[in-house]
């Protein structure tokens, strides 16, 4: 049913990422927002932070800006301390989502709360439509409680954290993109199907164990990111050891952005704009 609409979506290109480290000196492995794959359009970057050393990570992110999209925090494991200066505080721990739209401009810091032991989880950059980019900053967080799991036929549990699957929806709501985004935990040889919207831009990014994703069949390894094609149905299933599996979705925009470090605008101009209004304490 290759390249069917309203078929299974075939792996289209896979990503293996590459080491990186950002903030002050945190170790990261870098999928989306790299020189092989820039952006995968509403998505800017996707970063999966796992380490035991705590040298890797132990400088966290000082204090830094964002402006022109939104920044999502997923924790695996670990503890992550969270401050910005429109009064949110909060701690992240193993489980914990924080969906933080940016908006027009926030200074915020994310450190550690750990010296050593295993620190493990993601960061996703996600775009906001030109006509959102300075809208108010917003911040969502959810403790672990609160991330809905849906069980599924065959031992296969997804936690939720937007959209709707087995009837369980997500608690992150109200976001221009319309994300999907679910940890999809798969028992060995485990088989997930789910249906996603046709126009949305969908990857599936295995952190655990191996999946081999669309029919036919690719295989995607741990730490390899597939951006899949068109189509609605979005099926894989785990290889011969448990697998869990980051599963997103959300409507490209199809604008022109700019990108420098921390601001992501539609036109040099904008850049511009939020570097003086970053340095005059404006954000
Ligand atoms: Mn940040």
Same mark, same amino acid.
């Given at each position: 049913?290759?390249?069917?609409?309203?078929?299974?979506?075939?792996?289209?290109? &896979?990503?293996?990422?590459?080491?990186?480290?950002?903030?002050?000196?945190?170790?990261?492995? !870098? *999928?989306?927002?790299?020189?092989? &794959?820039? +952006?995968?359009?509403?998505?800017?970057? &996707?970063?999966?932070?796992?380490?035991?050393?705590?040298?890797?990570?132990?400088?966290?992110?000082?204090?830094?800006?964002?402006?022109?999209?939104?920044?999502?925090?997923?924790?695996?494991?670990?503890?992550?301390?969270?401050?910005?200066?429109?009064?949110?505080?909060?701690?992240?721990?193993?489980?914990?989502?924080?969906?933080?739209?940016?908006?027009?401009?926030?200074?915020?810091?994310?450190?550690?709360?750990?010296?050593?032991?295993?620190?493990?989880?993601?960061?996703?950059?996600?775009?906001?439509?030109?006509?959102?980019?300075?809208?108010?900053? !917003?911040?969502?967080?959810?403790?672990?409680?609160?991330?809905?799991?849906?069980? &599924?036929?065959?031992?296969? !549990?997804?936690?939720?954290?937007?959209?709707?699957?087995?009837?369980?929806?997500?608690?992150?709501?109200?976001?221009?993109?319309?994300?999907?985004?679910?940890? *999809?935990?798969?028992?060995?040889?485990?088989?997930?199907?789910?249906?996603?919207?046709?126009?949305?831009?969908?990857?599936?990014?295995?952190? +655990?164990?191996?999946?081999?994703?669309?029919?036919?069949?690719?295989?995607?390894?741990?730490?390899?990111?597939?951006?899949?094609?068109?189509?609605?149905?979005?099926?894989?299933?785990?290889?011969?050891?448990?697998?869990? *599996?980051?599963?997103?979705?959300?409507?490209?925009?199809?604008?022109?952005?700019? !990108?420098?470090?921390?601001?992501?605008?539609?036109?040099?101009?904008?850049?511009?704009?939020?570097?003086?209004?970053?340095?005059?304490?404006?954000?």
């Amino acid at each position: 049913m290759l390249d069917q609409a309203n078929g299974t979506r075939q792996v289209q290109t &896979l990503s293996r990422g590459e080491a990186t480290s950002d903030g002050a000196g945190v170790k990261l492995h !870098r *999928v989306i927002g790299n020189r092989a &794959l820039g +952006e995968l359009d509403p998505f800017l970057l &996707l970063d999966e932070f796992r380490s035991e050393d705590g040298a890797d990570y132990i400088g966290g992110f000082p204090d830094h800006p964002h402006r022109g999209f939104e920044t999502v925090t997923y924790m695996l494991a670990g503890r992550m301390r969270h401050a910005d200066n429109k009064g949110h505080s909060g701690l992240l721990r193993p489980g914990s989502v924080q969906w933080m739209t940016a908006g027009r401009g926030i200074v915020h810091s994310e450190m550690p709360e750990q010296e050593e032991g295993l620190m493990w989880g993601f960061q996703l950059w996600v775009n906001l439509p030109a006509k959102d980019k300075m809208t108010a900053p !917003r911040y969502q967080e959810f403790d672990p409680a609160d991330v809905p799991l849906a069980e &599924l036929p065959g031992g296969v !549990r997804v936690r939720v954290i937007a959209g709707t699957i087995a009837g369980v929806t997500g608690p992150v709501n109200g976001i221009a993109t319309m994300p999907t985004l679910m940890d *999809v935990e798969l028992p060995a040889g485990g088989t997930f199907a789910h249906d996603l919207p046709a126009g949305h831009n969908v990857f599936v990014y295995p952190f +655990e164990g191996d999946v081999s994703v669309g029919d036919p069949a690719v295989a995607v390894p741990r730490g390899t990111l597939a951006a899949l094609g068109p189509g609605t149905r979005v099926s894989f299933v785990a290889g011969s050891a448990p697998s869990r *599996v980051l599963l997103a979705a959300a409507q490209p925009l199809d604008e022109q952005i700019v !990108r420098y470090g921390p601001f992501v605008m539609n036109t040099p101009d904008q850049i511009r704009a939020a570097i003086a209004d970053f340095q005059a304490g404006r954000f």
